[in-house]
Every structure is written in structure tokens, then in C-alpha cells.
């Protein structure tokens, strides 16, 4: 089983940006979402994120502590009766600094690293096409710098690039 994850955090330029919001989409469309409440973050967020990720969250039954995020990640994942692995478009921020340090005990069905999946993955003959299809997932109302929503539109470009042919090396 693959699952698309994205996250939303503080900024690119922090040492060790704080997580906002995170997203997982198995193959098959069904995910998980969550958000931590802005005490967590707000105090950290750029002028940037609150301007362009902020707007678009969603709160309410989404917002969880940081505790009850990570043992629902967790759980999430572990009742994947499949072997797990993360895809990701950024694995250094979304898998290393976001979704990794949350998995502790580690899910004994998940690949311990990640796959990347980019614009770049079909390589350059393909790389605007794919990145107009990931692009074009977006709306007005499936906003860009959503993690929901950029994790389903990572998605919607996989398998695309599978309807072309595309095999992938994972």
C-alpha cells in the first residue's frame, strides 16, 4: 500500500520548522487529516504560511494535540493490513522533520524510508506534464497548501503517470 502524505508546517526557513497540519492519502483516496491547534504554531508561523496555508485550515474535529496526533497516526497506519510506504514531493520536510519523529513505537508495516514522487519522476520529457496535472488538481475550493489537498493532488499525478505508463521504481 502506498500513502501520499503531505504536511503543512511554520517555515522553510526555520532550522526545525513546527508542524501545522498533516495528511496521508492511501491509494485507493481514503486518508487521514489533522491539524494541531494555532497555541502550537502560530507564535512561529511566517508571514507567508499565515497568509497562504492558514486561511485554508479547516479546525474544529481536526485539531488534535500533538500526543493524540502522533498515537492516531500511529493506529491509522498499523490497521493498514499491507506493507506501508510513504510517498511524499518533499521527503527531507514532510517525512523527516514532520511525520517521522511522530512514529514512535515505530508501525511494524511501514517502509522506514520514503519514496519520492515529484514533477521530476517521469523524468524531464514528462516533467510538464506531470506538473500541470498536479497542478491542475487544485481549485478555489481544493486550495494549494493544503496538506489534504496537496497529498490527494500528489495522488491524482501517480496515478495519471501509471495510465501513461509509467512504472514506478519503488
Given at each position: 500500500?502506498?500513502?501520499?502524505?503531505?504536511?503543512?508546517?511554520?517555515?522553510?526557513?526555520?532550522?526545525?520548522?513546527?508542524?501545522?497540519?498533516?495528511?496521508?492519502?492511501?491509494?485507493?483516496?481514503?486518508?487521514?487529516?489533522?491539524?494541531?491547534?494555532?497555541?502550537?504554531?502560530?507564535?512561529?508561523?511566517?508571514?507567508?504560511?499565515?497568509?497562504?496555508?492558514?486561511?485554508?485550515?479547516?479546525?474544529?474535529?481536526?485539531?488534535?494535540?500533538?500526543?493524540?496526533?502522533?498515537?492516531?497516526?500511529?493506529?491509522?497506519?498499523?490497521?493498514?493490513q499491507d506493507e506501508v510506504k510513504i510517498v511524499t514531493d518533499?521527503?527531507?520536510?514532510?517525512?523527516?522533520?514532520?511525520?517521522?519523529?511522530?512514529?514512535?513505537?515505530w508501525p511494524s508495516n511501514l517502509a522506514r524510508s520514503p519514496?519520492?514522487?515529484?514533477?521530476?519522476?517521469?523524468?524531464?520529457?514528462?516533467?510538464?506534464?506531470?506538473?500541470?496535472?498536479?497542478?491542475?488538481?487544485?481549485?478555489?475550493?481544493?486550495?494549494?497548501?493544503?496538506?489534504?489537498?496537496?497529498?490527494?493532488?500528489?495522488?491524482?499525478?501517480?496515478?495519471?503517470?501509471?495510465?501513461?505508463?509509467?512504472?514506478?521504481?519503488?
Open positions: 500500500m502506498i500513502l501520499f502524505l503531505d504536511t503543512e508546517f511554520t517555515s522553510l526557513e526555520q532550522r526545525y520548522p513546527s508542524l501545522i497540519s498533516l495528511a496521508l492519502v492511501k491509494e485507493d483516496g481514503d486518508f487521514f487529516y489533522t491539524e494541531l491547534p494555532p497555541s502550537s504554531y502560530m507564535h512561529r508561523a511566517s508571514p507567508w504560511v499565515q497568509e497562504n496555508v492558514l486561511p485554508h485550515l479547516w479546525g474544529g474535529s481536526y485539531r488534535m494535540l500533538m500526543p493524540d496526533l502522533a498515537a492516531n497516526v500511529t493506529a491509522w497506519i498499523e490497521a493498514i518533499s521527503p527531507d520536510y514532510d517525512f523527516d522533520l514532520m511525520l517521522k519523529p511522530l512514529l514512535d513505537p519514496a519520492i514522487f515529484d514533477s521530476y519522476a517521469m523524468g524531464t520529457d514528462h516533467q510538464p506534464w506531470l506538473s500541470n496535472v498536479i497542478d491542475g488538481y487544485h481549485t478555489e475550493e481544493l486550495p494549494v497548501h493544503h496538506a489534504l489537498h496537496d497529498a490527494q493532488a500528489l495522488r491524482a499525478g501517480y496515478i495519471a503517470a501509471l495510465d501513461r505508463g509509467w512504472k514506478p521504481r519503488f
